[in-house]
T-cell receptor, first 113, second 113 residues
């Protein structure tokens, strides 16, 4: 399977704990995006990388959130001191060139108790 | 401030009939528009797109219409099939190098056999 993969698919955590999600983009795709989707809403942009450089961050990305793409391949999204409001589906997408389609992974569903 | 709006949360259509999903946008900087389809427990899947220099794009049973003056686009599915039942998201891209998608809140399409 050469699509975008995300792990884990589901994560349940207690408030205050740290969590980390991983995204493996389509091979050789330069751009990688993170989005968050809450119930009844469309995905909302969080941040994106071109190769290993993080080029833009949304206002939604508070200082408890950090994303990395150390070698320009896979990416991680870490949430520190999770809050119940962080419960959402976290989606990753990758793209070859800026004019190309963004291909989404299946998402990681986070539940903060 | 929702820049992309899908005002119909749900739509039911008989199999074989036409499905029309609507989307409105407010940001004049958007120059490229996409429709994604999402099944439960999966990430959004790209369906069809249209550039702002066109007013229509067709791909098989799917046609997207763009009315720039009204800042309105619509997706037509003819004929509708039960497998088309999914949540449909309208998304928009701004001009320039930043290519993060702005999504609407989605429309749940149910095609009745």
């Amino acid at each position: 399977d050469t699509g975008v993969s995300q792990n884990p698919r589901h994560k349940i955590t207690k408030r205050g704990q740290n969590v980390t999600f991983r995204c493996d983009p389509i091979s050789e795709h330069n751009r990688l995006y993170w989005y968050r989707q809450t119930l009844g809403q469309g995905p909302e942009f969080l941040t994106y990388f071109q190769n290993e450089a993080q080029l833009e961050k949304s206002r939604l990305l508070s200082d408890r959130f950090s994303a990395e793409r150390p070698k320009g391949s896979f990416s991680t999204l870490e949430i520190q001191r999770t809050e119940q409001g962080d419960s959402a589906m976290y989606l990753c997408a990758s793209q070859d060139r800026p004019t190309d389609t963004q291909y989404f992974g299946p998402g990681t569903r986070l539940t903060v108790l | 401030d929702q820049q992309v709006k899908q005002n119909s949360p749900s739509l039911s259509v008989q199999e074989g009939r036409i499905s029309i999903l609507n989307c409105d946008y407010t940001n004049s900087m958007f120059d490229y528009f996409l429709w994604y389809k999402k099944y439960p427990a999966e990430g959004p899947t790209f369906l069809i797109s249209i550039s702002s220099i066109k007013d229509k794009n067709e791909d098989g049973r799917f046609t997207v219409f763009l009315n720039k003056s009204a800042k309105h686009l619509s997706l037509h599915i003819v004929p509708s099939q039960p497998g088309d039942s999914a949540v449909y998201f309208c998304a928009a891209l701004p001009s320039g190098s930043a290519r993060q998608l702005t999504f609407g809140s989605g429309t749940q399409l149910t095609v009745l056999p």
